[in-house]
């Protein structure tokens, strides 16, 4: 049965214990040594409003450690607690922050088992108690190195790719150069983090034992505080901050080739109505190799490695090809008008394994460089994209799992601005997207990559702001994002072994 009204004000079960208060009585009170909740004018001035709007309630006794005490114990009704009988909005928590600062938060503080001069003062406080443990520099010299456990990766294919990684007798098919333990364990770990986000704590909210000992969630910055905590999915991917000339290239490489054949997961949001039934009957060896891409199954690396054995499946890696997953955006809603809406196309977005790599200009060839001395002749298949270089059609950037371009080229490419758009030169492909009056539509924007790349993006936004390459990536659609820095940060250079 749900409380209504007063009576789920009246219930205390509903509000969190958060800390106390000893206030020296003046004069004489009529404060016994039974609690008894307080209001109006009995009350300290700075709890009187929230009182008065049913946000906290107040109960007081006598010190029984110093009867020239009083002792105050402080409910708060959390965020996540009664919202259809109290609406709050972010400036009433920032005023109630200011309130849980003053509180001692102690068991021992609420239960007065103490004399007062010997209380431990645990605060609820937006001051670091130590400035080390809280910098951006002391957590980016202190990171914990990858650890990653095989058994507890649900995804065959994700699996399979980390067991190559970390085989310690059979190096990496298709890589020259041996792997170091940590490369090993940074690649494992990528491939998990891009797989299988874990669900993890809003890192705003930091876990408080109240003193009453039950948990609840607080942060410190807003003053919000919730009895339930509120969960995110990580992100397919992150920050690749290796020390500068640890092999972060590499790295990169390697999970571009343990991974050579996956596919991206088609957004929730697109994948209903996406298999329409078919007029007769196909084949056979059709339908087979449909329910193989409807299931994205990564078939390329498997028909690769047959092949290198001798076993050649034309007719079955052409009807793979031919059947490319792919989804469908609906046209955003015609605006209301007297005029007859004219229905528009729906965009067709294509699956692709491709992994795109953004590169600073000055390193264009230093990874053309290290792609030839770390990988075997033809292990990829990879696409160069310099300021001179017209992008393919869509087709056939898919059938490449590598792509490398100049952060220059990628900005002109995706501009509006760009003079790549005067002239629609792609008459003749299929999946043209170029507007009526030839206006040029870049491919990047039709195909859903499986990766993406940004090498050096601590330097990709303009001081903090975005800038045309991050609107640009942000009109894409990719599964799993990188950025890879030595320093992801101005100012954490240094210290690496000695601060650990």
């Known amino acids: 049965m749900h409380l209504v009204g007063e009576d789920f004000f009246q219930d205390l079960a509903n509000f969190i214990p958060v800390g106390s208060i000893t206030v020296k009585l003046r004069g004489p009170q009529s404060l016994g040594n039974v609690w008894v909740e307080l209001f109006d004018h009995l009350l300290p001035p700075e709890f009187r409003p929230f009182v008065s709007k049913k946000w906290i309630r107040v109960f007081a006794s006598r010190h029984p450690q110093d009867q020239l005490y009083?002792?105050?114990?402080?409910?708060?009704?959390?965020?996540?607690?009664?919202?259809?009988?109290?609406?709050?909005?972010?400036?009433?928590?920032?005023?109630?922050?200011?309130v849980l600062k003053n509180l001692n938060a102690s068991p021992d503080a609420w239960e007065g088992v103490k004399p007062i001069d010997q209380l431990d003062q645990d605060r609820y406080s937006d001051d670091p108690k130590d400035a080390d443990q809280k910098s951006l520099f002391y957590l980016f010299n202190t990171l914990p190195s990858p650890a990653i456990s095989p058994s507890n990766v649900s995804c065959p294919f994700a699996k399979n790719a980390i067991l190559s990684l970390l085989d310690d007798d059979n190096n990496l098919v298709g890589l020259?150069?041996?792997?170091?333990?940590?490369?090993?364990?940074?690649?494992?770990?990528?491939?998990?983090?891009?797989?299988?986000?874990?669900?993890?704590?809003?890192?705003?909210?930091?876990?408080?034992?109240?003193?009453?000992?039950?948990?609840?969630?607080?942060?410190?910055?807003t003053g919000l505080l919730l009895r339930q905590p509120r969960f995110y999915d990580q992100a397919k991917g992150g920050i690749l901050a290796e020390t500068m000339g640890f092999g972060k290239t590499l790295i990169c490489l390697a999970i571009i080739l343990a991974t050579r054949g996956h596919w991206p997961q088609i957004p929730p949001e697109y994948s209903l109505g996406r298999f329409p039934v078919r007029p007769n009957v196909g084949s056979l060896l059709l339908m087979t190799a449909v329910a193989i891409n409807r299931e994205l199954i990564p078939w390329k690396a498997f028909l690769q490695e047959h092949a290198s054995q001798?076993?050649?499946?034309?007719?079955?890696?052409?009807?793979?090809?031919?059947?490319?997953?792919?989804?469908?955006?609906?046209?955003?809603?015609?605006?209301?008008?007297?005029?007859p809406a004219t229905a528009r196309p729906g965009k067709l977005v294509t699956l692709?394994?491709?992994?795109?790599?953004?590169?600073?200009?000055?390193?264009?060839?230093?990874?053309?460089?290290?792609?030839?001395?770390?990988?075997?002749?033809?292990?990829?298949?990879?696409?160069?994209?310099?300021?001179?270089f017209r992008m393919p059609?869509?087709?056939?950037?898919?059938?490449?799992?590598?792509?490398?371009?100049?952060?220059?080229?990628?900005?002109?490419?995706?501009?509006?601005?760009?003079?790549?758009?005067?002239?629609?030169?792609c008459a003749a492909d299929k999946r043209c997207g170029c507007s009526p009056n030839g206006q040029y539509h870049?491919?990047?924007?039709?195909?859903?990559?499986?990766?993406?790349?940004?090498?050096?993006?601590?330097?990709?936004?303009?001081?903090?702001?975005?800038?045309?390459?991050?609107?640009?990536?942000?009109?894409?659609?990719?599964?799993?994002?990188?950025?890879?820095?030595?320093?992801?940060?101005?100012?954490?250079l240094g210290v690496e072994v000695s601060t650990a």
Request: hydrophobic share 35%; charged share 25%.
């Open 70 to 98: 009083s002792l105050f114990r402080i409910y708060v009704l959390p965020a996540d607690t009664g919202r259809r009988f109290l609406q709050r909005d972010s400036h009433d928590w920032a005023h109630l922050r200011n």
């Open 176 to 221: 020259r150069t041996k792997l170091f333990a940590y490369q090993k364990r940074s690649a494992a770990t990528m491939i998990k983090r891009e797989t299988e986000p874990a669900l993890v704590l809003d890192p705003r909210l930091e876990t408080i034992r109240g003193p009453d000992g039950r948990p609840f969630f607080y942060d410190q910055t």
């Open 310 to 339: 001798g076993f050649q499946y034309m007719r079955c890696e052409t009807l793979l090809a031919a059947n490319t997953p792919s989804y469908n955006i609906p046209a955003p809603e015609a605006r209301r008008s007297r005029r």
């Open 352 to 388: 692709s394994t491709t992994t795109l790599v953004i590169v600073p200009l000055n390193l264009f060839s230093h990874w053309r460089n290290e792609i030839e001395t770390h990988l075997r002749e033809g292990v990829l298949h990879i696409l160069y994209v310099d300021n001179d």
């Open 393 to 425: 059609s869509a087709d056939t950037i898919s059938k490449y799992d590598m792509i490398i371009m100049s952060k220059q080229r990628f900005e002109q490419e995706m501009s509006l601005k760009s003079d790549l758009r005067n002239v629609c030169e």
């Open 442 to 492: 870049s491919p990047l924007e039709d195909i859903h990559f499986l990766r993406v790349i940004v090498d050096e993006g601590h330097d990709f936004a303009s001081f903090g702001r975005k800038n045309n390459a991050v609107f640009a990536l942000q009109k894409m659609h990719v599964d799993r994002r990188w950025i890879v820095s030595g320093t992801p940060s101005p100012g954490l």
